[in-house]
């Protein structure tokens, strides 16, 4: 199933859409390599809108409760 979501960083914000089952760090991986985020780099975590809680990258957005609509903000070291 695919799921839109926005990333946001400090600077800006991005719309995606992407497959739920596929690992968080894989989509922000492509989103860096197509430089749509702007990071250089590589988020630490991330804090989810809706679950209103730190979500982890090693696991897929499905395994972490990530639906459409949902706002990623990126955490970086």
Known sequence: MYITI????ES???DIRID???YI???FK???ERGLLGLDTEPY????KMNERIVSLYKTFAQENIYS???L???TK
């Open 6 to 9: 926005t990333i946001r960083t």
């Open 45 to 48: 975590c991330c804090f989810s």
């Open 69 to 71: 609509g949902d706002c």
């Open 25 to 27: 760090s894989e989509g």
């Open 30 to 32: 492509v989103a860096m």
């Open 12 to 14: 800006q914000g991005i």
């Open 73 to 75: 903000s990126v955490i």
């Open 20 to 22: 739920s089952s596929q």
